[in-house]
């Protein structure tokens, strides 16, 4: 069965530092594109960013340059987003998704999600 | 950056046909594509490259993109199938999000 698995909720003060996982199983990891969407609570989907684990090319969304890294370890097929120093607003589910598209990626959509990391920032 | 516009709410009686449209600059020169997601649930992915339907989708699921718009067409309108609806293009390096449309079954 093709699956993305997420690592658990987190609870995090401001200031913090933080990194979730996605791993995935049941295809060829380092062959498709992952991304990562955040939903804030009561919000829409916002994408974040993609990486592609084959050579770790990575492509962010411009709202979230500079904010968060977007990383991968294909030797053990997961996917990471971290935080070097987490904020309120950071307060959100986060979900990875798999890019359905092997070739050409911009005709791919997520075809294949997460169960979502839910992480909780106090201030 | 690129942007897609949804309209936040659209109502239909069950078993009535529900449009859900997405509209961004040439979008027709793109792929849309279509989530659905329901309470404390992940999104579900319903449409992809414009018209196509993921194994599992029922038949009642099907899509357009000309212009400047994309449309959801939901035939034959279910009680399960009210939920938040999220169109999807690829922008100059990643993807972009619609802002969601509530889809009401009363």
């Known amino acids: 069965e093709v699956q993305l698995v997420q690592s658990g909720a987190e609870v995090k003060k401001s200031g913090e530092s933080l990194k979730i996982s996605c791993k995935g199983s049941g295809y060829s990891f380092i062959s498709y594109w992952i991304g990562w969407v955040r939903q804030m609570p009561g919000k829409g989907l916002e994408c974040m960013g993609i990486i592609y684990p084959g050579d770790s090319d990575t492509r962010y969304s411009p709202s979230f340059q500079g904010q968060v890294t977007i990383s991968a370890d294909k030797s053990i097929s997961t996917a990471y987003l971290q935080w070097s120093s987490l904020k309120a607003s950071d307060t959100a589910m986060y979900y990875c998704?798999?890019?359905?598209?092997?070739?050409?990626?911009?005709?791919?959509?997520?075809?294949?999600w997460g169960q979502g990391t839910m992480v909780t920032v106090s201030s | 950056s690129y942007e897609l516009s949804q309209p936040p709410s659209v109502s239909v009686s069950p078993g009535q046909t529900a449009s859900i449209t997405c509209s961004g600059d040439?979008?027709?020169?793109?792929?849309a594509c279509w989530y659905q997601q329901k309470p404390g649930q992940s999104p579900v992915l319903v449409i992809y490259q414009d018209s196509k339907r993921p194994s599992g989708i029922p038949e009642r699921f099907s899509g357009s993109n000309s212009g400047n718009t994309a449309t959801l067409t939901i035939s034959g309108t279910q009680a399960m199938d009210e939920a938040d609806y999220y169109c999807q293009a690829w922008g100059s390096s990643t993807v972009v999000f619609g802002g969601g449309t509530k889809l009401t079954v009363l």
């Open positions: 040439k979008l027709g020169d793109k792929y």
């Open positions: 998704a798999r890019v359905s598209e092997t070739t050409v990626v911009t005709r791919g959509a997520f075809d294949i």
